[in-house]
């Protein structure tokens, strides 16, 4: 079958910048599938992403789908002929549904007898045909938010599109797409090339576009020659080093289709503002990268990317340090005007500001906060009085001038503020680490009252939400809880806190006046222990691990960590299958018989068989080994012990029969089961774990 590159482009006026990639990925993969749902063979597909441009390119792209066998049952032999081998009714009815005559059909021997069929063969329809259907079905598939109309079209679109290339090699597709006939004509620069280039067929598109239009199509491409480009510069005109931030480099790919690297400069007074101010004010508004010297020092310096090569590039330099200019001299006026009113002057303000309706303002959560902190403060080994005035002062740089314009800046000039009131160190570096770890794999709170005061937080919103019935639904997350429990249990299983959820729930719901919920405590720590699945899953410990930890219902993280990694070490034991299918076959038998009825005591007189004389003697052996263990929670060690039963396990149910008619002795053998399972239990139910009898 012929085969040819085919390209489309989708020509705009400037597309949103932060949803660029999203697009440009998401029209790749609308079309492809689009491509393989109609059984349309090709090699690859190729995106290309600019400000003014969607394009994708598939390599060897088939002329047509292929020809497809077509089999369609009608009545059966018996129905279809009469006595007198006639074509009945139901037959001469299914061959004119086909346009055939009855000489023209099959017959299909089956097991369930034999059938009148029509066989043909389909003729696959020709790629051009398909092709301008598939596209409008993927720009139809993109995720956009808000689409939107122009001029007097009806079509709609994230932007306004001005143009579209439709090729199949060299010849154009021309079936209309979003209401505009497809060319061969896509265009270059805004300012370097504001004229109609020829693309003569699909392997031109980027090199007609580069060396005609002043375009880098490739966002990849793109994006490599800004980082090195910006990487340079600091190096060669500064001896600094560039801090380049992938979001911000992505952002900056998508806002330029010829990048031009351009370094600037600001008043070295600034620098007396806290760093992070002046990076929020130049990566915000400017897009900006900034420069730091070889001790991470920031430097007065900025890295801009200009859309175009300028005849005068230090006009365009000097303009941007003109923008620069007011945005850092009011970071600096900010600065200077917050630090005139302590953060503890700020407490009252934070009382008509409303966290949520029916729990209260700011201020109300942070005594609760407060309260809370400090008992936890005490279990961990931190200063209670730290901690609660930590979290009486946490919010206050909510209402600080610098926060209002840069609310990234949260907990960061908290600590800035406290350090000049002159706060206890911890207390200031604490304002900051309530809110880590802010995203996955962020650091987390380095001293313990940062640590007690980030749990406190997060345990009060959790539980205040659940307590009015409000907990996150399907994808519906408003307060970001998913997140805030992940955030706790990585704080107390990294820092190793010796912390129980369910208690620390308790005294968390002690601080609200009133709460709707009967047990809100208990629904966040189950809540919360769901969480431990998806932390595991990503860690590659399978479900089944957590499954047989969390039938437990261990309520203390770090405890909950230890079993989980033990049940994973102990399930690549050669032992582990058979001891769990042994627990598997222990739990039924003492369901059946009424778990709650059976003992652990086991009489040595009643026992008769070798078996269960030699399992119960190993069974003693390994209590007196494993209790311990259990008590300083090394769980590993415990599991590998255990795992010496297998034999006499298996030897036991070969050679011993349980439910025998002596009612004595058939009990007794339940409680050494019941031991036995017992003592895996103190671990985890290892009757969960997959066997070679599960499919």
């Known amino acids: 079958m012929a085969i040819q590159d085919f390209l ?79 074509p009945t009714r139901a037959l001469t009815g299914f061959a004119t549904s086909q346009g055939v005559t009855p000489d023209q059909l099959d017959t299909l021997e089956t097991d369930k007898g034999a059938w009148v069929v029509y066989r043909t063969v389909e003729q696959g329809r020709a790629t051009t045909e398909l092709l301008p259907g598939l596209i409008e079905q993927a720009l139809a598939g993109l995720p956009i938010p808000k689409r939107m109309r122009w001029g007097a079209h009806r079509t709609e679109f994230v932007r306004p599109v001005h143009w579209i290339v439709l090729l199949m090699g060299n010849k154009v597709i021309d079936s209309p797409i979003m209401g505009l006939k497809p060319g061969n ?69 998508s806002l330029n289709e010829w990048p031009v690297p351009l370094m600037g400069r600001f008043e070295e007074r600034f620098l007396e503002v806290p760093p992070e101010a002046l990076i929020s004010s130049m990566k915000e508004h400017q897009k900006y990268f900034h420069v730091v010297d070889s001790d991470n020092r920031m430097l007065p310096l900025f890295i801009t990317v200009a859309n175009l090569e300028s005849k005068d590039p230090g006009q365009v330099i000097s303009g941007n340090e003109k923008v620069i200019r007011p945005r850092l001299s009011d970071a600096a006026f900010f600065y200077e005007t917050d630090r005139k009113t302590p953060l503890e002057d700020r407490i009252e303000r934070l009382k008509p500001i409303v966290f949520q309706e029916k729990l209260g303002s700011i201020h109300d959560k ?74 996955a794999g962020d650091d987390l709170p380095a001293t313990l009252t940062g640590c007690a005061l980030a749990i406190a937080d997060r345990l009060d919103s959790l539980v205040g939400l659940f307590g009015i019935n409000q907990p996150p639904s399907g994808t519906r997350d408003p307060f970001g ?62 479900a089944e691990v957590y499954l047989a930890v969390h039938a437990r219902r261990p309520t203390r993280p770090l405890d909950f960590d230890q079993r989980v990694r033990a049940v994973e070490a102990f399930r690549q ?35 008769q068989e070798d078996a269960e004389k030699a399992l119960a003697e190993q069974v003693n052996l390994q209590a007196d080994r494993v209790l311990p263990l259990f008590e300083k929670g090394d769980y590993t060690a415990a599991l590998s012990s255990l795992a010496s039963l297998r034999a006499p396990v298996d030897r036991f149910f070969d050679e011993v029969m349980v439910m025998t008619d002596d009612e004595a002795v058939r009990n007794n053998r339940l409680a050494l089961l019941n031991r036995l399972r017992n003592l895996f239990l103190r671990v985890a139910d290892i009757s969960l774990l997959p066997t070679s009898g599960q499919g």
């Open 185 to 253: 004509k896509t265009r270059g620069h805004r300012f370097h090339c504001p004229e109609s280039l020829i693309i003569p067929t699909p392997a031109d598109y980027e090199i007609v576009l580069r060396k005609e239009g002043w375009v880098i199509a490739d966002f990849a491409e793109r994006r490599a020659k800004i980082r090195a480009g910006v990487e340079a510069i600091a190096r060669e005109q500064a001896g600094g080093t560039a801090v380049i931030d992938d979001e911000l480099l992505d952002e900056v790919t």
């Open 573 to 607: 034991m050669p032992e582990a299958e058979a001891l769990a299918a042994a627990n598997k076959r222990v739990s039924n038998i003492l369901t059946k018989q009424g778990a709650d009825q059976v003992t652990e005591t086991v009489d040595g007189h009643l026992l």
């Open 366 to 439: 942070s005594v609760r906060v407060a309260a809370l902190a400090a008992r936890i403060a005490g279990v961990i080994g931190s200063d209670p009085a730290l901690a609660e005035r930590a979290a009486m002062l946490a919010k206050t740089d909510l209402v600080t001038e610098m926060v209002l314009e840069f609310t990234d800046l949260q907990g960061i000039m908290g600590q800035y503020y406290a350090v000049h009131d002159g706060e206890h160190a911890d207390v200031a570096r604490a304002l900051n680490e309530q809110y880590m770890p802010r995203f």
């Open 481 to 542: 809880l998913r997140r805030a429990s992940l955030g706790v249990l990585r704080i107390i299983i990294d820092r190793q806190l010796p912390l129980d959820l369910q208690t620390c729930c308790e005294w968390a719901a002690e601080n609200f006046s009133s709460l709707a919920a009967d047990d809100p405590a208990t629904a966040v720590v189950d809540y919360m222990l769901e969480r431990f699945r998806a932390h595991y899953d990503e860690q590659g410990i399978g």
């Open 8 to 86: 489309v482009e989708i020509g705009t006026e400037e597309l949103p910048p932060r949803a660029l990639k999203t697009l440009s990925r998401a029209f790749t993969n609308g079309l492809t599938k689009g491509l393989e749902d109609a059984g349309i063979e090709f090699a690859r597909a190729e995106s290309f992403a600019a400000p003014r441009r969607l394009a994708i390119r598939v390599r060897e792209l088939a002329a047509a789908q292929p020809d497809k066998a077509v089999e369609r049952r009608g009545p059966a032999v018996k129905a279809a002929f009469d006595a007198a081998g006639n």
